[in-house]
T-cell receptor, first 113, second 115 residues
């Protein structure tokens, strides 16, 4: 079955701490992977995406994610978080032949100033 | 990136009435639009997929007679919540894709409150 698992539902960090949000997926065939962010009171925005090529992808606002095919993972990282990174983060996957997204449950990230 | 708008952003209605939510792709032609519902403290739930000019495909458990979807043009899809009830109160989000590819562009969402 197709699914996306995000390991943590809530993460609380202090400013300047390093961040890693886990995402594992189960999906047959070639995958495309996404991280979306939803800031409080705002709509979903694409943070970064992986289609092919370099498995380390860089997104907006200093975020990056690494696709590890052998581990079926696409973890999101940021070396030093800011208070403004407080948001909910969603991992999602689809395939080349089916662009319907399969969503993770989301991770609420709270950064303490 | 491409822009998707939704209207209205917030709507409050009485129980038993119908509410229409519009989703527009402003600068591209959306061959496929998706409608999601977001419950508090939960992830997005796909309700239906609509392709321009054809009937929407509903996910299991979503009542097609209650959530009417019309994708009449390449830039507009509408979701009508018929005979709304308080349990229909939620955040409804649409997204659109303009090609058989991988990226969806999301609208800002519509907060529906049914009294």
């Amino acid at each position: 079955a197709q699914s996306v698992s995000q390991h943590n539902h809530h993460v609380i960090l202090s400013e300047a701490a390093s961040l890693e949000l886990g995402c594992n997926y189960s999906y047959g065939g070639t995958v495309n992977l996404f991280w979306y962010v939803q800031y409080p009171g705002q709509h979903l925005q694409l943070l970064l995406k992986y289609f092919s090529g370099d498995p380390l992808v860089k997104g907006i606002k200093g975020f990056e994610a690494e696709f590890i095919k052998s581990k079926f993972s696409f973890n999101l990282r940021k070396p030093s978080v800011q208070w403004s990174d407080t948001a909910e983060y969603f991992c999602a996957v689809n395939g080349d032949s089916n662009y319907q997204l399969i969503w993770g449950a989301g991770t609420k990230l709270i950064i303490k100033p | 990136g491409a822009v998707v708008s939704q209207h209205p952003s917030r709507v409050i209605c009485k129980s038993g009435t119908s509410v229409k939510i519009e989703c527009r792709s402003l600068d591209f032609q959306a061959t496929t639009m998706f409608w999601y519902r977001q419950f508090p403290k939960q992830s997005l739930m796909l309700m239906a997929t609509s392709n321009e000019g054809s009937k929407a495909t509903y996910e299991q458990g979503v009542e097609k007679d209650k959530f009417l979807i019309n994708h009449a043009s390449l830039t507009l899809s509408t979701l009508t919540v018929t005979s709304a009830h308080p349990e229909d109160s939620s955040f409804y989000i649409c997204s659109a894709t303009g090609r058989p590819n991988n990226e969806q562009f999301f609208g800002p969402g519509t907060r529906l409150t049914v009294l």
